[in-house]
């Protein structure tokens, strides 16, 4: 992991909402139960914006920032947006941290 994708996801993970929004995607059948849709392609960015209560502007930048940090991935699927954590990344992040501190 190179010190430029830890920056961007030190700097990502310094918000508290974006913090949120990871643990709630962490068990998404457990933090939305209300969801329509299989958690397949991960959970519906409405239901994220409802769960929050934050305006739909807010909550597409914390999202944003957490995409380009690498720790979500998004799909699009007809006219939705789905997100899902980056599994990956994030263990790769944490392995870094502890070897690296």
């Not at 920032?65 to 992040?93: C, D, K, M, P």
Request: net charge neutral; with cysteine.
């Amino acid at each position: 992991m190179t010190d430029n994708e830890v920056d961007l996801i030190i700097k990502a993970l310094a918000n508290p909402v974006r913090r949120e929004i990871l643990v709630w995607l962490k068990h998404p059948e457990l933090e939305f139960p209300s969801s329509q849709c299989p958690f397949e392609h991960g959970v519906c960015v409405g239901l994220i914006n409802e769960r929050s209560k934050l305006s739909q502007s807010t909550i597409s930048t914390h999202l944003a920032t957490l995409q380009r940090a690498g720790l979500l991935e998004s799909r699009r699927h007809g006219q939705w947006i789905y997100y899902r954590r980056n599994e990956t990344v994030i263990s790769a992040f944490t392995q870094h941290m502890q070897s690296a501190l």
